[in-house]
């Protein structure tokens, strides 16, 4: 029987799903959109990755990383729970070994790792503004009616790039409709929106960041060529798209698991995809301090509770 690790990413965007053999060879991948429900977006996942690979494989550890990675490694039982910056640092390195940055771009925010002879010694997250992010990607590219794997070709098409204000969303977006009015042509506005937001990353997250070759570009924005193009013209340097930018994240979480190698994994088996779970949440009145307290429910059973301060919730039940 084929023994396997899987990786689960759980982000406010996309749930990804990774499974590796033995060798940290990816068997399958599965990119879902989250759409604010990740319970759901999990068992669907372990759902398409069974109908890819099948059931008659033995599970030998399982690593949960991302925003949803809590709730993900109660649901499924993991044996190892790491940030995202661990896990896609992780990815990358065993994708290019030897990389020394890493830009990642994802639906809801952005991020840079400084990685030194494999150690993070740096790193940045971008959460407050949409700029350059896949979200803002997609809802420009629904504005001019332009769809999303067609909006980086259309850049490469640019023969002179206009100038955008990329700083922030909302000025980015007035500046493209002003270009429009002025009858820029679509492609030299889309080459321009590209150029914008990579100086936007540059300048706020890769704020006083040494940014040394070999550069890898992962996440869900690394699909887009013209965004590609822009990175290696502002950085004087060709960044590297590894096979599985998308999922680096998973990949990430499978390889710790991979490495850790416990002698008998927590997973709960694929059986979950068809059990009821529910989550929800309460305010604690036990101090001033007021928790909000998450539950994760499997039927009428508390599987766990995370979120309060003095253990009061989360100790009272055994996960």
């Not at 990353?201 to 193009?229: C, D, H, S, T």
């Not at 301060?309 to 989360?314: A, D, E, F, H, Q």
Request: charged share 20%; net charge neutral.
């Amino acid at each position: 029987m084929p023994t396997i690790y899987l990786g689960i990413d759980v982000g406010s965007v996309s749930t990804n799903i990774v499974a590796l053999d033995e060798q940290g060879n990816v068997l399958s991948s599965v990119y879902l959109r989250t759409r604010g429900q990740p319970i759901r977006a999990i068992q669907e996942g372990l759902r398409q990755l069974v109908a890819t690979i099948g059931t008659d494989i033995s599970v030998a550890g399982v690593g949960t990383t991302g925003s949803g990675r809590s709730l993900a490694a109660v649901m499924v039982g993991a044996d190892v729970i790491k940030n995202e910056i661990t896990a896609h640092a992780v990815a990358a390195s065993y994708a290019v070994p030897g990389v020394q940055t890493v830009l990642e771009i994802g639906g809801q925010d952005s991020k840079i790792i400084i990685l030194r002879q494999g150690i993070v010694t740096d790193f940045a997250m971008n959460t407050v503004c949409a700029a350059g992010t896949g979200s803002f990607l997609d809802q420009q590219a629904a504005r001019l009616g332009i769809p999303i794997e067609e909006f980086g070709r259309r850049a490469l098409e640019s023969r002179s790039p206009v100038r955008i204000a990329g700083r922030c969303a909302v000025f980015a977006e007035s500046d493209m409709i002003h270009k429009q009015q002025q009858g820029h042509p679509l492609e030299d506005i889309i080459a321009g929106l590209c150029e914008a937001l990579v100086r936007n990353y540059l300048n706020n997250v890769g704020k006083g960041k040494e940014i040394l070759p070999p550069v890898v570009f992962q996440g869900g924005v690394a699909a887009n060529a013209g965004m590609r193009q822009a990175f290696n013209r502002a950085l004087g340097t060709e960044v590297i798209v590894p096979e599985h930018y998308g999922v680096m994240g998973a990949l990430g979480a499978a390889l710790l698991a991979r490495e850790i190698r416990p002698k008998a994994s927590a997973f709960r088996g694929f059986e979950l995809t068809g059990r009821e779970f529910r989550s929800g949440g309460f305010e604690c009145q036990g101090c001033a301090n007021h928790c909000e307290v998450v539950e994760l429910r499997e039927g009428r059973q508390v599987l766990a509770r995370w979120g309060d301060r003095c253990g009061k919730w989360s100790n009272a039940v055994a996960v």
